[in-house]
């Protein structure tokens, strides 16, 4: 059964800091693995996917690497900014074919002091 | 083109009454994925359908849940006999036809408050 955990449960930095976000995963299986924001009372917008076969995908000021021999992701927030405050998810598709569930991590709280 | 459309966004119950939670999904995508966030957990997936079809409901409760997503109209997340711990928000999510490879779009969710 793959489980998916991200460690820190929250995190506060100052604002223009650089930091990472950390998701480990169980069954290194997968067919990708995605970075999701969600903003308290909201729904979930996809910040950046990665396919098995890549390791890792950049956006802006975001950079997400996958490494899956050791089941881990990691999510990179450069120049961090307080509109970065947020909950960050990671999720992961499993490989068996029809079987299109994400499995996501509880999240890290994150919090850009200004 | 309109992103995943959910309804109500907000929904009130009595024990024993009926959830009924619509999705529309985006323009053009025939599968659906309905989770459920229960408060200060993360997301679990209850069930995938597709026009018609449940292709699998494995996290779907045994019992006074069920989902449809027909041939017309919006998919329906439906729960029977509410109890209070069926508050949590309700997320529904699309993708187009092709499988295994893209990412899911998620609707802003239905936030169901059993009183």
């Known amino acids: 059964k793959q489980e998916v955990t991200q460690i820190p449960a929250a995190l506060s930095v100052p604002e223009g800091e650089n930091l990472v976000l950390n998701c480990s995963f169980t069954?290194?299986?997968?067919?990708?693995l995605q970075w999701f924001r969600q903003d308290p009372g909201k729904g979930l917008t996809s910040l950046l996917l990665?396919?098995?076969?890549?390791r890792e995908q950049t956006s802006g000021r975001l950079n997400a690497s996958l490494d899956k021999s050791s089941g881990r992701s990691t999510l990179y927030i450069a120049a961090s900014q307080p509109g970065d405050s947020a909950t960050y998810l990671c999720?992961?598709?499993?490989?068996?074919?029809?079987?299109?569930?994400?499995?996501f991590g509880t999240g890290t709280r994150l919090t850009i002091i200004p | 083109n309109a992103g995943v459309m959910q309804n109500p966004r907000h929904l009130v119950r009595r024990r024993g009454q009926e959830a009924r939670l619509r999705c529309s999904p985006m323009?053009?995508?025939?599968?659906v994925y309905w989770y459920r966030q229960l408060p200060e957990e993360g997301l679990k997936f209850m069930v995938y359908?597709?026009?018609?079809?449940?292709?699998?409901e494995s996290g779907m409760p045994k019992e006074r849940f069920s989902a449809e997503f027909p041939k017309e109209g919006p998919s329906i997340l439906r729960i029977q006999q509410v109890v209070r711990g069926d508050s949590a928000a309700y997320f529904c999510?699309?993708?187009?036809?092709?499988?295994?490879?893209?990412?899911?779009?998620f609707g802003p969710g239905t936030r169901l408050t059993v009183l």
């Open positions: 999510a699309s993708s187009p036809d092709r499988i295994s490879t893209d990412t899911q779009y």
């Open positions: 069954d290194s299986a997968i067919y990708n």
């Open positions: 990665i396919q098995s076969s890549q």
């Open positions: 999720a992961v598709k499993v490989s068996n074919f029809g079987n299109e569930k994400l499995t």
């Open positions: 323009k053009g995508h025939s599968h």
């Open positions: 359908l597709q026009k018609e079809n449940i292709i699998d």
